[in-house]
């Protein structure tokens, strides 16, 4: 992963100001995206929660689903290249967040979306 914006916290402050980050990524063994790497890759995201507040609560995902928006051949032109992956937070509220991401192509192609709901204990 290669953090472009919302990099991890590096200070547990309270000073957060965005629930965005947006990465470049790819599996660690080079290998050709297919279906099972880009459903992992939708989950890469460490939660919203910390970036957003800057501080470290337990947090857990309570449901996931991925949208793929590709093909077989789509994925075969990827390769074993970067994706870009784009996650953020609308809401943070009685413990709960939800979060949404997407991964895209070199390219400039969508390739998957996903939806979470998280569970965060203040």
Known sequence: ????SGAFPTQWDGSGE???SQLWLRDAQ???LDFLSLAAMSDIFYPRIWLRRA???PAGTVSIT?????DAAQMAEVGSGYLLGDARAQEFRNGFFDQSAQLWSQSGALLATSNQVVYYKE
């Not at 992963?1 to 472009?4: D, F, G, H, S």
């Not at 991925?66 to 590709?70: G, I």
């Open 66 to 70: 991925t949208y793929f928006h590709t």
């Open 55 to 57: 501080t470290p609560v």
């Open 1 to 4: 992963m290669r953090p472009v």
């Open 18 to 20: 965005t629930s965005r």
């Open 30 to 32: 080079d290998r050709p």
